[in-house]
């Protein structure tokens, strides 16, 4: 069993990317879509329980620093790849899809990824919570603002999905970690483990309802794959090269918030509030998510030399 819990623990990336195969293998997952949120919740749960709001403090005095990394995670790169994908005039689904794939919070598992990378954990921490905490405002209004001559959707519904998404956990978090302080030590020892079968169980289900078009049109599909690939490079590239004044640790938080970012979120709105063939879009999306750790490696060695500060 511990063997068991090590290779999970060791090879997290892997194993939720497994969820696309399996779903494939299983498309009666299916039937576990309408507890999609309910998942997505509880990975939150387990996420902000590991929250310590003393160590939120400790980045407290760098406010300039992360309403940099914020206003340019969910505002500015999400408006540069529509402008992007305007000028490429791709079809509106397509818009709408990679839009809300771009303006998702930072990922939960960012923060190890961070850590991989031996960047400022703490920092990625705060990004983390702050990002999730602003999303339900931002991600409508970029639909408002960008798409809604393009496509019709329900902008006060979107802000209240991710207030219940978000909030319920993190409120319901707190609580039973103050309550429960014990079982909270012993949960926490595990908890990679537990978020990371969830989040598997959340693509092989996300992966099933996709089954009958990603078997028929399998083309189509690497297409999707391919086209997520130069977006995520460019949430590595473009916050790494515009900030080049801070120290090498933070320049990894603020890129590795923005590149592993949370995109089952996305995949979920979606699958509420978009068609079916854009949450395959964004399920798709998914796949190179756990290969960007590599150019990231590189990225980072390649910069090495950088002073620091």
């Known amino acids: 069993m511990k063997r068991v819990i090590e ?3 060791n090879n997290t990336s892997f194993i939720i990317t ?6 494939l293998m299983f498309p009666q997952f299916a039937v576990l879509k309408p507890y999609l949120t309910e998942f997505l919740m509880l990975v939150l749960f387990f996420t902000f329980l590991k929250l310590e709001f003393q160590d939120l403090l400790k980045v407290s005095k760098k406010v300039k620093l992360i309403l940099f990394a914020v206003v340019f995670d969910l505002i500015l790169l999400p408006i540069s790849v529509f402008v992007i994908l305007k000028i490429l005039k791709v079809e509106d689904f397509l818009l709408a899809s990679y839009l809300l794939f771009s303006a998702v919070p930072a990922g939960v598992a960012s923060a190890s990824i961070t850590d991989i990378l031996e960047g400022d ?12 905490i602003i999303a339900p405002i931002t991600i409508p209004l ?8 393009v496509i019709h959707v329900d902008y006060l519904n979107i802000s209240t999905t991710l207030i219940k998404l978000i909030f319920i956990p993190l409120i319901l978090s707190q609580i039973f970690k103050y309550t429960f302080k014990r079982l909270t030590t ?6 990679k483990v537990i978020t990371t079968l969830i989040l598997l169980l ?4 996300i992966s099933a309802i996709n089954y009958n078009f990603i078997v028929k049109n399998p083309i189509e599909s690497i297409g999707f794959i391919l086209f997520s690939i130069p977006i995520y490079l460019l949430f590595m590239i473009v ?20 590149t592993f970012m949370n995109v089952t979120i996305g995949v979920i709105l979606a699958l ?7 949450s395959l879009v964004l399920t798709l999306a998914q796949i190179p998510w756990s290969l960007m750790i590599f150019p990231s490696e590189i990225l980072i060695k390649l910069n090495k030399k950088a002073p620091a500060k």
């Open 186 to 191: 012993q949960i926490a020892s595990k908890n």
């Open 7 to 9: 290779f999970i623990e």
């Open 272 to 278: 509420s509030f978009l068609d079916t063939k854009a």
């Open 239 to 258: 916050p790494f090269y515009i900030t080049p004044f801070l120290p090498m640790k933070e320049r990894i938080s603020i890129f590795a918030t923005k």
């Open 121 to 132: 954990t703490i920092l990625s921490t705060t990004i983390i919570i702050i990002t999730h």
């Open 202 to 205: 959340l693509g092989t289900t």
């Open 142 to 149: 970029l639909f408002y603002i960008l798409l809604r001559k």
């Open 18 to 23: 497994l969820g696309i195969p399996l779903g």
